[in-house]
């Protein structure tokens, strides 16, 4: 008796065949095809995949797929592939600390890239560091005259800058808690978001930029404690920036465009591209390869530092293997107070990117929110976009195509932000309702409600080695959550 096959077409997210159509068991299921796609690619190291047919992650055997589904066998399968990370993180589940000692509102909480600090940013003018193995207060740093809120660490994990509600930015030395210079000047209203130089094109990290309410973004030097170039140009506040591993920043703004910008060789700022497709404030923008940008040289495994050119060199590699494919672009992602989403490749398209789904060819503006977009954020293997909105609901998009995956429901307020797991497998949300949320992504579901706070939450972090997720809100305490 013959053996039954089915003929089945492997492609990876972009819709690229791996090879072309092909006859496989039918008993084949997704350790089989593993084993397929690692040979084909000529993967030295094995390395996991999972398999989705028609956005169903695929759990059982092509055949008995197409029997439950009623599938015709002489229909040509089509199977893509996506790489998993080779680690799990675990899902926080438990409040491990709370940690008092902030006078005021948290309102921004950053860990640092290595893994090893805790930033919080409060309506109490104070920035606090906070030791991760002890999880007890490290340093209160004293400087700010206002809100504090925005904070961002390097990408080498040396420096430490933080924005208030004065347009005052202070840079300290972490690990002394110690304010360096005094509070730098520039901008004339509040500092709205921070970005620092990628590590793969500068190391130490030197320069950072900021986006303030009065309409300018402004490019600082942390060593020389200045100004070294502004950005003028949006005509309303600037809400948000990005530093590309490309070397563009991108700004988002009121005005409702984002404009892209260059610095030329002689040190000046160039508005290379405006892109104007938004209808209402852009609040939120994201890049693909965001999570190798924000730890540099540093990944899980919080291995030991080396010399500076090794860490460039580190974070140069860990760059190119985010980008995926040789030529594949940067892909930015932007929310807006319009309702929607819009997913760019700007190095190769002014336009938003146009993706082919059942023979026509559709622009990825994602649509579905009913209520203003404030957060999207792209999952650390570039794989998946989340975003996080006022109408009370997480959305999940493919983050190549753009194409609708899920919406999280549980959130009985709005939501104001969301942060990943390390291995893409898990995202975390928190809200006006006071409670966190960590959701399954391979399983759609809620998978841990975690309350405790009293009042909103504002600001949550996962850190970036996956071992601890931080929290703060209106209640003024920073919680630590554990797995």
Partial sequence: MAKKTVMCLLTDAEGTPLASAMYIPHNAGPLQLTNLVNTFLNNEEKLPYSFYVSDEELLVSVGTYMERNRVSVENVLKIVYRQQAVFRIRPVNRCSQTISGHAGDILCVSFSPDGKQLASGSGDKTVRLW???????????????????????????????????????????????????????????????????????????RRFVTCGKDGDARIWDFTLKRTLIVLSGHTQAVTCVKWGGDGTIYTGSQDST??????????????????????????????????????????????????????????????????????????????????????????????????????????????????????????????????????????????????FITAF???????????????????????????????????????HDLPGHTAEVYAVDWSPDGEKVASGGADKVLKLWKG
Avoid at 154 to 176: N, R, T, Y
Avoid at 266 to 287: E, F, P, R
Avoid at 347 to 374: C, D, E, F, M, Y
Avoid at 424 to 432: A, D, G, I, T, V
Wanted: hydrophobic share 35%.
């Fill in 409 to 447: 429901r549980g959130h009985v307020n709005s939501v104001y932000q969301i942060s990943w797991s390390a291995d893409s497998r898990m995202l975390l949300s928190c809200s006006k309702d006071s409670t966190l949320k960590v959701w399954d992504i391979r399983t759609k579901r809620l998978k």
């Fill in 258 to 403: 984002i404009r892209m910008w260059e610095i030329t060789q002689q040190g000046q700022g160039l508005l290379k591209h405006i892109l104007t497709d938004h209808a209402g404030w852009v609040n939120s923008l994201g890049l693909s390869t965001e999570y190798v940008l924000r730890t540099g040289p540093f990944d899980h495994t919080r291995q030991k530092t080396c010399s500076d050119e090794e860490m460039k060199k580190i974070a140069l590699e860990r760059y190119i293997k985010a980008k995926g494919k040789i030529d594949s672009p940067e892909r930015l992602v932007s929310g807006s107070d319009d309702f929607t989403i819009i997913l760019w490749e700007p190095s190769i398209s002014l336009q938003p990117k146009k993706t082919q789904a059942h023979q026509q060819v559709t622009t990825t503006r994602l649509t579905g929110h009913q209520q203003l977009v404030n957060h999207v954020y792209f999952s650390p293997n570039g794989q998946w976009i989340a975003s996080a909105s006022f109408d009370k609901s997480v959305k999940l998009w493919d983050g190549v195509t753009g194409e």
């Fill in 131 to 205: 030791d991760l193995n002890t999880e007890t207060p490290m340093f209160t740093c004293i400087g700010h005259k206002n809100h504090v809120l925005a904070v961002a660490w390097s990408p080498d994990a040396k420096c430490l800058v933080s924005g208030d509600k004065d347009g005052k930015v202070c840079c300290w030395d972490p690990s002394k808690g110690e304010l360096q210079g005094n509070a730098l000047s520039g901008h004339k209203k509040w500092i709205c978001g921070i970005a620092w130089e990628p590590a793969h094109l500068s190391y130490p990290s």
